[in-house]
Structure formats: C-alpha cells, structure tokens
C-alpha cells in the first residue's frame, strides 16, 4: 500500500501524536491524556515480556550487556545500537547499527523499546547548573540555550515529583547556584559504606586548596514507597535493570498515559513525516514488524525519539517541499551531537569499602562541574562507584586469578577473595563536551535489517573536552591518595574513554531560528504544529545526567501544547469510506 | 533447595545458609566404600569450595555439566581421587592440594570443577564465562564470598548498604 496516497481514517486521527515512547514521550503522554487529549503513542519497540522474565532472561545469559535482557522477540525488525548482532559484543551490535564514520567512534547507545533507555539507566537525576545555560555569555565559548535555570527550576520540580526523586534539600540547596523551590518528593538514597569512607577521608583533606564534597546523589529510585513502587532494595543491577521497579523507567508513564485511554502502538517504526503546503506536520507514516504499512494523522506531531533517531526520522523525511528533511531550514537537524566521555579510576583501598551491594553508585562530587576554568576547558562532575571492578570482569576475573595462578581453593580462596574483592573502589568522571557542527548524524547509504536508511555518525573530541580529562585525573588521583587507595592504572590517554549513554543534541533549541531547529517550547521554527523533545533538543549538555533536563524541558512542552492546541486546526482529516 | 554434604568433609563453617531446607549428612570420616562417580563428585567439590553443603540440584547439573565439558579426564580424575580416599587416613584437604591441585593432569579439571561452583559458568576459549540457567548465575559461590549478593537478587532492605559486611 502507498500510504503516502491514502486517506486516514477517523480512527488514526489524532490530536497529538507521539513519536517515541521513552521518557519524553511517555511524559507527554501522560500530561495530554490526563486532560482527556485524544493520543497516539508510537514506539518502534516492543513492550517485551514481564519485568521478571526479562531478569531471569539476564540471569542465565552468558554475555550480560545493557541489552540482554531486552532482546526482542524479532530483532530483525528493530535494529538498534543494542540489539544483539552480536550478543557477544556490544560493540559489535552497536557498529552494526551505526554507519561509524569517525573520526573517533562515538560510544553511547540507546535502548529501542517501550520506556527507552530508561530500562537500563542508573537513575541519577541531577539539575543542570545555572551556568550551563549560559556557556557563551558567561565562557564566551559554546552558545546559551534560549531559556534560564529560573525558567526551567519550576519544571525540575514537577520533573522530580513525577519519576519520584530521592535526594538530600539541604545537601542540593544552590549548588553552584542551582536554587531549589521544593523540596525533593523523598528522602536520599542512602549513602554506603564507602561513600562514607569517601567523605571521612576527604573531610579535612583539601585538594588543590579546595574542600571536596561527598554528596548523595539526587535519583529516581524509590528511599520508600512512592507512586505505588517499592523502595529500592539494594539490588545492584540498576543498569541493566532494576528486578523490583524501586528505580523509575518511563513504562510507568506509559501506562498511566494508556489507563487515561492514550493509544499506544508498539512494533510500530515511523518511517516519514509528510508536510502539508502550508507547512504543518500532520502525517505520520509507520511501517510495523509485520511488513505492513500504516498511517496516522495529528493535530500535533511530536518526535520524541532519542537525539540519533529524532535526527534521522527528521532527515528522512525529506521532501520535494523540504528537501534538506522536516524542520531543518537552518540545517541544524542532526548537527551538535554530544555525549559525556567518562574516564573510570579503579583502584584497591587499605581497608574494606565492601562494593557489589546497593545502587551501582550513590554519590558524587560536584566541586567541578563549575567555574572560570570553562573558558579554558570543559568542566566535569565525579561519582564514586559501589561495584567494584566489575568494569574489569570483577568479581569472576578475581576468583580465576585467585584459582588459576595462585592456585587457591577452600578456605584460603574465600579468604583471599573477600580481602581482594572488598577493597576494590572506583571514582569515574564524566567531562563536558562542547557543541560541535561536525559532530553529526546524516544518513547512511547503508539500510538497517529493517529496510530503513541507518544513521551514519561523525563524532571527534576537541581540544576543550580533551584538555578536562588531565586535571579530573590529577584529581581522582589524589582523592584516591586521601582514602589511602592505590590505582590500577591512571589512563591519560584522552582518546580512551567510554560514552556515558546520554545521547544529546542534533535538534538543537535556540533564539534564532536560522541557526536552531526548535524555539524554547520546544516547537519546530519551521512547522508551527511539530515538536521535538528529548535530550536532541540541548544545546549544551554541562555536565548533569541528562534525564531530569529532559523530562522538564517534556512537561513545559507539553504544557505549552496544551495551552496552543485549541488554536491549531486539524490537519488533512478525511473519514474512511 | 535441597543440600547435600559430602563423606568426609572435616571443615565445618559456622555459617547459616538460609537457602537451606534440608542436608544429608553423612559423618566426616573417610570411609573406605565404593563411591559413584557422582559422590566423588559431590566430596571433591566440597574440599574444593570448602562449603560443607551443596545445592542437590547444582551438583547433578555440574557433574552432568564437568562431564560434557571435560570427558574423560573428569573420570580420571574421580578415580584417582577415589582411589585416595580409600588408600586410607590423609587429611582431605592435604590430598586435594598435593595429588590432585599439584598434578599437572588433574589440576586444569579441578580448578575448573571449583571455578564453575564459584562463578556458575565454564570459560570457553574466548574467554567467556558460559552460563547454562538463572539458578546457576545466583548459586555462584563467589557472591556470598566477598560478602555480596548475585545482581539482582540482594534478599536486602532499603540502606543494608550503608553498613559494613560483618564477617
């Protein structure tokens, strides 16, 4: 069938359909359906099974990756960077997806499924800091977003109340100025053992001549029973998935959305957006897994991908009307693609920190993430892990060690395990990058296993980035001399780092729409019933996990959805005959 | 879960193990009968891994399990450290060390046998560690060990974090 020729039926006509069922989407979902706004969610993914066969399904798998345990039941029908090629090997599944043009690879994944990546997220939520939306006016480097702290704090608070985030109020209160106007819907997560050997050892220890500060770090992981989900219970397995649900994952939203009748249709690959002559987006094309074809329409369109896949629908959307893709007049759509590049310090301390129990990390350092020092070179925030080396193969690689070379067995083995193993720290930066145009997402000439064009990426480092990881090891360094740890190796190779999972950019928002995709509603310059949302639509990623900008910046947009959309007519509706 | 303790095991753990339902014992002396290869199996295992009691259903697996990975040098193995235990009074753990650690054809197979008790997986010539089912990731041994729990499955409240393993 050529949908592109076919009227829509009333029935797959919408006031506001959504593209993408992650947290952003899922959050305007549940905002739009709650005031009885008729919904579509579309999701290229599946929902997948029950939450206990997905961690019994993890379980038993040899190779445990971020996607074991979301594997789908027809993985041919939804290439992803985490879908296993190669279960072996992330990498592979990942290189398999991108077209990787270089010059260096860029790292970071995504899940493509109901609740997107946030499955298999850690959970920490802090704000982005007063200063990282204003990089260009304050460092004279980067570009400002077109909206202040101030203007997205009110949005931060929602954001908090609906994933439900534990943090300490009198720990956050204006770090590096980021005021808060409510409190945190829940008390910390507990902080553990070692992030209290942490703080003992860094309390009258200054480095460089300032005071470092252990803090808890704020996340959307229960301390107690909230929104009808347990507290955590110390699991350990946040990434890749959380077996209880303490930890929030946008399938909460989703079926809050769909209990407020929104429609979600999973399975479903949306594959073109089509503009009307008067430059409105109504028409929404999807393929499914079955081979068939579909078509919707909305009042509203809302891409609501990730900052990769939002890129690329919009550049396959292309048209004899907008031939560079849908709302890329600027020729923005798919440029500035970010991501924080983390370096990980493991190391073996003098007494027991007693990793491998609770959340994968629970604290962190924030003294970095701001200062004059960012006109020179990005800035960098710290956390301190509880899982050991497990980044190395620990604890598995310690017993064959133990077994094969020392020959150990019995007593002595679990003996010389429990010292070994229960020493082991990790303190990991995750270090600013700036904005780059060439840093990009375009399509490839390459199709998926689905028949659809893959992304092909571009991605280097710059000077500015690469010059943060000297003084964030120096510093890690001498953190890890103050609790009397002694590193593994410190890798000061500024090429060697990992991706952080926090895909950003490539719909950047902006003043100026000759030079942003969208407005700070996020609403495309180009056509006035589009909106972008979702971590593509930063214009500078600071610092923060992206996660809790993203679901502010959601709930403001679809506060402004709701406030414009009794104005914006329907579109190219016709009843079905 | 079902436990068995192996014949013979002279160290005993002052350790609760709330997974236990029910143990077959069968004293600690060495005696001189004919064993199957899967009791050898089954005392082997537990000089190895020192743990007086093992999961029933994870020592017929990982006999069943050695057996394939390791053919006939498992047999070998079994009866020589059969043959030991009837040659008469060493210490166990002795015997684990000099004959069958030490030797240069049954040390690869044991160390294997305990690193599948410890770890739930065989490493393949990739280096992998293959696991075969959920209950044999979380019946690794080396979790307990070093005083933490399997991923995912912490049998913990909110906070046990915050404190030190007490051991």
Known sequence: ?577 | MLHVAAEGFVEKRNKSKPRDQARATAGNQARPVVETPLQLFLRLSSVLTAERSLPADLVEAYFKRAQQNLGPKLDVLLDRFGALLAAGNRNLIDIVRDEILASPDHGPVAKTVLLLWYIGGIQNAAGDWEMQSADQYYGALVWEAIGAHPPTLSNGYFGHWKYPVER
């Open chain 1, 1 to 577: 069938m050529d949908t592109s020729k076919s009227r829509i039926a009333a029935r797959d006509s919408f006031d506001v359909v959504i593209i993408g069922a992650g947290v952003a989407g899922a959050l305007v979902a549940h905002v739009l359906s709650q005031k009885g706004v008729r919904v579509l969610l579309l999701e290229a993914g599946e929902s997948g099974g029950e939450r206990r066969d997905l961690v019994l399904r993890y379980a038993a798998a040899t190779f445990k990756g971020l996607g074991t345990a979301y594997a789908a039941s027809s993985p041919d029908k939804i290439p992803g960077p985490e879908q296993p090629a190669d279960e072996k090997d992330l990498k592979v599944a990942r290189d398999a997806y991108y077209d990787q043009q270089g010059p260096e690879k860029y790292l970071s994944t995504y899940e493509r499924r109901v609740g997107g990546s946030t499955w298999h997220w850690l959970g920490h939520t802090p704000r982005n800091l007063p200063n990282d939306f204003r990089l260009r006016t304050e460092y004279n480097v980067g570009v400002d977003w077109p909206i202040g702290y101030a203007d997205l704090e009110p949005w931060y608070c929602k954001a908090e109340a609906e994933l439900g985030v534990a943090g300490d109020d009198s720990e956050w209160q204006n770090v590096h100025g980021a005021f808060r106007s409510a409190a945190f819907p829940m008390a910390k997560i507990w902080p553990s053992w070692s992030d209290l050997q942490f703080a003992r050892a860094l309390k009258d220890a200054p480095i460089e001549g300032e005071r470092l500060v252990v803090l808890s770090t704020p996340s959307a992981r229960n301390s107690q029973e909230y929104d009808g989900r347990p507290p955590c219970a110390g699991n350990a397995s946040c990434v890749p998935i959380c077996p209880i649900g303490a930890k929030y994952d946008a399938s909460v939203h989703v079926k809050k959305a769909t209990a407020n009748h929104a429609e979600l249709r999973e399975r479903s690959v949306v594959t073109s957006l089509r503009v009307d002559r008067d430059g409105s987006v109504h028409r929404v094309e999807y393929k499914k897994w079955d081979g068939t074809t579909g078509a919707v329409s909305g009042r509203v369109v809302v891409v609501a991908a990730n900052a990769i896949e939002s890129a690329k629908l919009l550049l396959l959307s292309a048209s004899d009307e907008v031939p560079n893709g849908v709302a890329n007049s600027s020729d923005q759509v798919g440029r500035n693609l970010m991501d924080h590049l983390q370096k990980a310090v493991l190391a073996s301390s003098r007494e027991p920190t007693f990793p491998f129990r609770g959340p994968p990390s629970t604290s962190g350092i924030e003294n970095f993430r701001d200062g004059r020092f960012r006109e020179r070179r990005g800035a960098f925030r710290l956390s301190v892990g509880n899982d050991g080396w497990s980044r190395n193969g620990s604890p598995y690689n310690d017993v064959a060690r133990l077994v094969q070379t020392e020959g150990l067995f019995g007593e002595e083995l679990r003996t010389r395990l429990f010292h070994d193993v229960s020493r082991q720290v990790r303190v990991s930066c995750s270090v600013e990058v700036l904005a780059s145009p060439d840093n990009r997402v375009q399509l490839s000439a390459l199709r998926d296993s689905f028949g659809i064009q893959r992304p092909e990426i571009h991605f280097a480092t710059d000077d500015y980035t690469r010059a943060a990881f000297g003084p964030a090891l120096d510093v890690i360094t001498a953190i890890l001399r103050a609790i009397d740890a002694t590193p593994l190796v410190v890798d000061r190779n500024p090429l060697n780092y990992s991706g952080a999972g926090h895909v950003m950019g490539t719909c950047r928002m902006g003043f100026d729409k000759t030079k942003a995709v969208v407005d700070p509603d996020c609403r495309s310059y180009d056509h006035r019933n589009l909106y972008i949302i979702g971590g593509s639509t930063f214009p500078s990623c600071g610092t923060a996990n992206p996660t809790i900008t993203i679901s502010a910046l959601a709930l403001r947009a679809a506060n402004h959805i709701l406030a414009t959309l009794p104005q914006i007519p329907a579109g190219p509706v016709e009843r079905a005959k």
